[in-house]
């Protein structure tokens, strides 16, 4: 009978006790566990180690990662990444099941470079949570990799094992409950999709044929109003898209009313601008920029800057081509009237 595999991902020597209580955790529930001390991976003879690592994440069906203090060995395919961060991209790549535990005392040593980052003496900051601070703002970063995540970015803190077993439980409980659910209602979705078919194919007919019958009314006022109503349609999502994507749905980021100011948005005009750019002129967003400590390269996303919460924010890479398309058929068309209507309905949404 085949059972599933668990790649475990974390550095060792500072996690040793952790991944071996991982090991006997997961035999428990007669999953395969897959650890490199324990000989569980293939070193295939024409691949460095570390390739064979990596390669070996995708033929796992769970992934568990662990984030210490320590940065670990550098990837011999790209010193920017430890052999850990690598592992990880291998199993977003190969769409793997991943869940994340970070060091309690990391996670505040975190929060503090969070605070501070943009302030001159966030250099010589000591994080006492780090074993090398040359490595710090490596490791911050692979968080942040893990929290901006569009999907599966959830973690936990933890002190030690038995706050992992327990969350793991009900992770894994919650996964074969869904996987029970999802038995019993595939014929119900498979009858419902067929129905929401003739109704999505008769709901075009019936909008085809409204705007058939208003614009034989008076042409060229009725294709103004379409136009008009398509618009501003294409504003509001670009509004509601951005300050609260769909993967936010679940745990919604509510924003300052106090710092929202509908009118003086409205009257910021697109022209010159990009989406990103034009959400950084309202306010709405600032920019953040990354530079990796070891090869000088920056990268540069947008931050939410208005949340009620300071501690508590996301980000958002700056290639979205679905904001980018909305921005360019919505905001670089609308009147101020369209943009500020918008903004009222966002606030009353999504304000605290």
């Not at 601070?133 to 929290?147: G, K, P, T, W, Y």
């Not at 070891?294 to 208005?306: K, L, P, Q, T, V």
Request: charged share 25%; net charge negative; proline share 3%.
């Amino acid at each position: 009978m085949a059972s599933p595999k668990v790649f475990v991902s974390s550095t060792c020597f500072d996690l040793g006790e952790i991944r071996e209580q991982l090991k006997r955790f997961i035999q428990s529930f007669g999953f395969e566990p897959v650890l490199s001390e324990n000989g569980d991976v293939f070193y295939h003879p024409d691949l460095h180690t570390h390739e064979s690592c990596v390669h070996e994440v995708s033929n796992s069906q769970l992934f568990i990662l662990i984030i210490g203090g320590r940065f670990g060995g550098e990837y011999v395919s790209d010193k920017n990444k430890s052999i850990t961060n690598a592992e990880y991209v291998a199993a977003r790549e190969s769409e793997i099941p991943v869940f994340t535990y970070i060091r309690n005392d990391v996670l505040s040593n975190h929060h503090i470079y969070q605070q501070n980052k943009k302030k001159e003496f966030v250099s010589s900051i000591e994080y006492p949570a780090i074993e090398k601070q040359e490595h710090a703002l490596d490791i911050f970063s692979f968080i942040d990799d893990v929290r901006r995540a569009p999907t599966n970015n959830a973690f936990e803190g933890f002190d030690g094992f038995p706050h992992i077993e327990g969350h793991l439980r009900k992770q894994w409980s919650g996964m074969f409950f869904e996987l029970l659910k999802s038995r019993e209602v595939k014929s119900q979705i498979d009858a419902t999709n067929n129905l929401i078919e003739g109704i999505s194919s008769s709901g075009k007919k019936l909008e085809e044929l409204i705007k058939s019958l208003y614009l034989s009314s008076n042409e060229g006022e009725a294709k103004k109003e379409i136009d008009s109503i398509d618009t501003y349609s294409d504003v509001l999502s670009f509004f509601e898209r951005s300050i609260s994507p769909p993967w936010t749905h679940k745990d919604p980021y509510l924003f300052d009313c106090l710092a929202f100011d509908e009118e003086s948005m409205s009257k910021v005009s697109a022209d010159n601008h990009i989406w990103h750019s034009y959400l950084v002129e309202l306010g709405i967003f600032i920019y953040d920029k990354r530079i990796n400590s070891e090869s000088g390269d920056e990268r540069i996303d947008i931050e939410f800057a208005i949340g009620e919460d300071d501690s508590r924010n996301f980000g958002m890479d700056t290639e979205n081509k679905e904001l980018n398309n909305l921005f360019e058929s919505g905001i670089m068309r609308s009147t101020q009237e369209q943009r500020l209507k918008a903004l009222i309905v966002v606030n009353q949404k999504y304000g605290s």
